[in-house]
Structures are given as structure tokens and as C-alpha cells.
């Protein structure tokens, strides 16, 4: 069977972003993506200044999609809130409209994108996978790019004893959360996980949330918990009183604080698949974009040199960011948190830049 040279799974901003710049440094490569239009993503849509300067290598411009301006982080808890400038611009731009823009993106630049196929299973050692119709590909480099999803054959250790389930929807547009939501993005911390909004392109606020399972048990599903976290956070219920939040997508297992620690010959890990960002940072999808492009830079090199390449850059950042994941996860640390951040306003600035892929 004849090999493919580049073979991405996954078109997503990591598998794009590898599409579009393998194409560009005249390896077009071959990507599967199993759906089939825009879809939406269970994403908090926030784009910091490190995705916004990724976007600009890839010559995307998020403005031109009509991402919302971002300048300023409000926290809230039930101690209180506190509202800082962030160090640098960023963006809300819904997933649905910044995956297509890239997925476009990469068929532009030359990359073979074959939408609507799925890829059931892979070999590492072969760089082979085979796909839901049965077919197999064999591939000279395999980028792994399915992101939250896992692909028998290459599963990501998963701890279930703290297993977050990250769940989102969209708030209607409604001229209050325009004018309380624009230009910030707001963190709601509870309990077990936190609620995040923002404005996105179309009017609508994206609401996503990161919660421990245990937390949705108890409550008896999605609906229930939402009543009891209106109930905790008045702040919250304000938000909430201005559109009933339906239609949640959600996903769950997601290994927050895990990286890659080596890979196989050929095997490229990109975004969610090397390295995984408490979602609370807001910056999976900088590391998504930069893995891509790391990853065809060191096409050459080799996958081992590029995982380890990419281990040492985001070790940092996830380190730092499960410390802050999990001391606003749990009452007392929030409290000391919360405090310190009204003593020093700058703190969630500085957070901000310790958990940045590239500063
Ligand atoms: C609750 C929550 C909130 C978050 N909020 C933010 C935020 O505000 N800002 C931020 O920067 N990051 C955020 N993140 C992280 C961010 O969503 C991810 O880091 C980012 O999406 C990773 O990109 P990716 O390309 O690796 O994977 P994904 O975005 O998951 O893309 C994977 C792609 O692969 C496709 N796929 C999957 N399996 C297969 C298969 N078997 N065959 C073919 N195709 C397949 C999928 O359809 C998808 O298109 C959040 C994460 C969570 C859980």
C-alpha cells in the first residue's frame, strides 16, 4: 500500500494549523475530519494575545471574523468580585466560525481536507489508522489532532477520580449582557469548578463551564446544577436571568495538567493530544495553534525531538495553571485567592502571563 506522507486526524486548530503550514512549506498534507459543517465546540471562545499572534502567522485575522475585543478579566466568587486589565488584547470568537475559518484556511493552502470521515483506531508503531468505512492509511508522519476526543490505539491516561466535565452553551443576545459583558471576560468560581462568559461575533454570550462530575450528580444533571449555582452566585443569576441557558453540549474526561512525556517515531501529538491546559487559563487553543506550527517546523527533526520541544514550552504554564484550577476549585484557597487579588490587583495579570505558551 502506497504511504501517505503527512497524514493529520483531526480539524481542529491544532490540525489545521499543522495542514496549513505544511502545505505552505510544499508538503500538503491529508486531513480527516470527521464532521461534516460548522459545528459548535465546547470551548469558552476566549482567545488570548498568544492564539491572537498564532492566528496572525497563519494569516487569519479574527477581526475580520468579527471577534469581540477582550481587555479586562472580572472574577467572580461568592466573596466578592474583582476586575483587572488583562496584560494584553485578546478576543471572544465562537468556535464554530474560528474552526472553519481555518479548516478554509488549510484547503486553501493546498492541504487535502476530506470532511465527514472518522478514524476509528490507530497503529503508532505502523503510523497507520483505520478508518469507520474499514479502510486503512499508512502514513510516513501520523499528526494526532483529535483534541478532547480519544482514539483507540493512542489513548491518553485518564484520572477518573477527578474527572471535570466541561459543558457549554449560548446566552441570546440581549442588550444588558451586551453592555455588562462587553469587552471582558468574566470567571464565575464555585465549588468543584467554575463558569466562564464572553461575547462572541454573533451577539451571543458563550457559557462554558468546567465542573467536577460529582458536582453534576449531586444535583441530578445540568439543569438542576444551574438552579444551585444561581442559587451560590447572585452575580451568576443576574447572567442567567437574562436567557434561559439550553441546548448544552458538553464533554467529559478531560485531563487537565496532562503533557505528553514521549511519543513514538512518526508520531506527532498536537494540542489536547500533547498537552492539556486547565481550560480555566483560557489557553488550549494557543497551544493547539503553536503545536501545529511547531510540529511542521520539525517535521524534519522528528516527532520525539518536536514532543519534547513542546513538553519543555507548555510544562510551565500547566503546572501553574492546575495550581490556580484547583486552589479556585476548593473554598478556602479561593477565599485566600480572592483576597489577595483584591490586596493586588495585578496578581490575575500576572497569573495570565505565567500560563501562556509563548509570553
Ligand atoms: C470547558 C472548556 C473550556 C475551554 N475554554 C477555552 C478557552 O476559552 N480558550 C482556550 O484557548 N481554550 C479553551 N479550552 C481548551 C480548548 O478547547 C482546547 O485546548 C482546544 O480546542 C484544543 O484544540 P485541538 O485542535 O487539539 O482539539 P479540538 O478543538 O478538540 O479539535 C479536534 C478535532 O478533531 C476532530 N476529531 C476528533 N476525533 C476524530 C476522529 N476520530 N476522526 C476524525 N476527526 C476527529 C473533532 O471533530 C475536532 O474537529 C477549553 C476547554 C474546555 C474543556
Not at 8 to 18: D, H, L, R
Not at 46 to 52: K, Q
Not at 171 to 181: G, I, N, W
Not at 267 to 278: E, K, M, S
Request: charged letters at 25%; hydrophobic letters at 45%.
Amino acid at each position: 500500500m502506497r504511504r501517505t506522507p503527512a497524514l493529520i486526524v483531526g480539524g481542529g486548530p491544532a490540525g489545521t494549523a499543522a495542514a496549513i503550514a505544511l502545505a505552505r512549506a510544499g508538503d500538503p498534507p491529508r486531513l480527516i475530519e470527521r464532521t461534516t459543517e460548522p459545528h459548535e465546540v465546547v470551548c469558552g471562545a476566549f482567545l488570548g494575545w498568544d492564539a491572537l499572534a498564532a492566528l496572525r502567522r497563519l494569516d487569519l485575522d479574527p477581526a475580520r471574523l468579527g471577534a469581540r475585543p477582550i481587555h479586562r478579566l472580572r472574577l467572580v466568587a461568592d466573596v466578592g468580585q474583582v476586575e483587572t486589565r488583562l496584560p494584553r488584547a485578546a478576543a471572544g470568537l465562537s468556535r464554530r466560525c474560528l474552526d472553519e475559518a481555518l479548516i478554509d484556511a488549510a484547503r486553501a493552502a493546498g492541504a487535502t481536507v476530506e470532511r465527514g470521515r472518522s478514524v476509528r483506531a490507530a497503529e503508532p508503531s505502523r503510523r497507520a489508522v483505520r478508518l469507520d468505512d474499514g479502510n486503512e492509511i499508512l502514513a510516513d508522519a501520523l499528526f494526532l489532532a483529535t483534541g478532547k476526543h480519544e482514539l483507540r490505539g493512542a489513548v491518553r491516561p485518564r484520572d477518573t477520580s477527578r474527572d471535570p466535565v466541561g459543558l457549554r452553551t449560548a446566552l441570546s443576545p440581549s442588550p444588558r449582557l451586551d453592555r455588562e459583558l462587553e469587552g471582558v471576560i468574566e470567571l464565575h468560581l464555585f465549588d468543584g469548578g467554575y463558569a466562564g462568559l464572553l461575547l462572541q461575533e454573533d451577539g451571543c454570550a458563550n457559557l462554558c463551564l468546567s465542573v467536577a462530575r460529582r458536582r453534576i450528580k449531586r444535583a441530578g444533571g445540568i439543569p438542576n446544577l444551574i438552579r444551585r449555582l444561581s442559587d451560590e452566585l447572585p452575580a451568576l443569576k443576574a447572567r442567567l436571568a437574562e436567557a434561559d441557558p439550553v441546548g448544552w453540549s458538553a464533554v467529559s474526561g478531560v485531563p487537565y495538567g496532562w503533557w505528553a512525556r514521549g511519543t513514538e517515531p512518526g508520531l506527532f501529538r498536537l494540542g489536547d493530544q500533547g498537552a492539556v491546559i486547565a481550560s480555566l487559563a483560557g489557553d488550549g487553543i494557543a497551544i493547539a495553534l503553536e503545536s501545529g506550527l511547531q510540529a511542521a517546523a520539525m517535521r524534519e527533526a522528528g516527532a520525539e525531538a518536536f514532543q519534547h520541544r513542546l513538553g519543555e514550552r507548555a510544562a510551565f504554564p500547566l503546572l501553574v495553571a492546575e495550581g490556580l484550577r484547583r486552589c479556585a476549585e476548593h473554598r478556602l484557597p479561593r477565599h485566600v485567592l480572592m483576597r489577595l487579588v483584591q490586596l493586588f490587583p495585578p496578581l490575575p495579570r500576572l497569573a495570565a502571563r505565567l500560563t501562556r505558551i509563548a509570553p
